[in-house]
């Protein structure tokens, strides 16, 4: 097909005016980079953009680690629920026969309390001194009996875990300390005062016995006879490890 031009110079002007058109856009954008409030108004945006994107992939990226950790941590709390369950019925068991052995070691220790006490009291009697009473002034504390009754208080809801566990051995460990001291009253009657200051002495010596105080000293006449009337008042003690000296019992288990 032949296109036949009937007016001459109008490429010419079209292409001129598309020259024109482009000159104007550069002139343009010219006097839009000249204007700084414009450019710093576009920086702004595009600034702002590019840190929502940042912030928006930041976010997803931590959203996605947490969600990791946390399916994790179902995980190991289904795997390890067990496991934690015996642990905590093990310490419960091994802190009611903590305080059981306790209580069973202090009625064990002081089975044969007054029987060293007599027994020190006999070796430490001067010549010409008897003696008339032995009264116990105190009550020993009775560990079981002391245990129920801490057990029924209700101070010890509002503590931790470890703070009742804490406050179990204490208590278990003031029990036995307490259980194996007792107060008494030895009452007698010497016709020396040098033999009652001997036996004060004598008495504080014992590894079994402390405080010893005179508390009366009194003339009085006894069977016609003038005689020192004396009250001590003392206190049981532990003695020291290596004075204890235990015989191990050998049972027989065959028949005869």
Do not use: C
Request: positive net charge; aromatic residues 6%.
């Amino acid at each position: 097909m032949i296109q036949i031009n009937l007016l001459p110079g109008a490429g010419r002007r079209s292409k001129a005016a598309g020259g024109m058109r482009a000159s104007e856009m550069l002139a343009n954008a010219g006097e839009w980079g000249a204007d700084k409030y414009l450019m710093t108004a576009i920086g702004a945006v595009v600034a702002s953009v590019a840190l929502l994107a940042f912030l928006y992939l930041h976010q997803n990226r931590i959203a996605g680690e947490l969600e990791e950790r946390r399916i994790q941590a179902v995980k190991d709390s289904s795997t390890y629920s067990a496991v934690l369950a015996a642990k905590v019925k093990a310490e419960a068991t091994r802190d009611s026969l903590f305080a059981q052995l306790s209580i069973i070691k202090s009625i064990d220790d002081t089975r044969y309390l007054w029987s060293h006490v007599m027994q020190e009291i006999s070796a430490a009697m001067p010549p010409y001194t008897w003696l008339t009473a032995i009264t116990q002034t105190s009550v020993p504390p009775s560990a079981a009996a002391a245990d129920t009754t801490r057990r029924g208080s209700s101070s010890d809801s509002s503590k931790s875990k470890a703070a009742k566990d804490r406050d179990k051995r204490a208590r278990a460990d003031s029990l036995l300390a307490a259980a194996r001291s007792i107060k008494f009253r030895i009452t007698g009657n010497t016709v020396d005062i040098q033999a009652l200051t001997r036996f004060i002495r004598a008495l504080e010596a014992s590894p079994f016995v402390q405080n010893v105080q005179l508390t009366r000293s009194d003339l009085v006449v006894t069977e016609g006879k003038e005689v020192t009337e004396f009250t001590l008042e003392a206190e049981t003690q532990n003695p020291p490890p290596y004075m204890i000296k235990t015989v191990p019992i050998v049972v027989s288990a065959g028949g005869g």
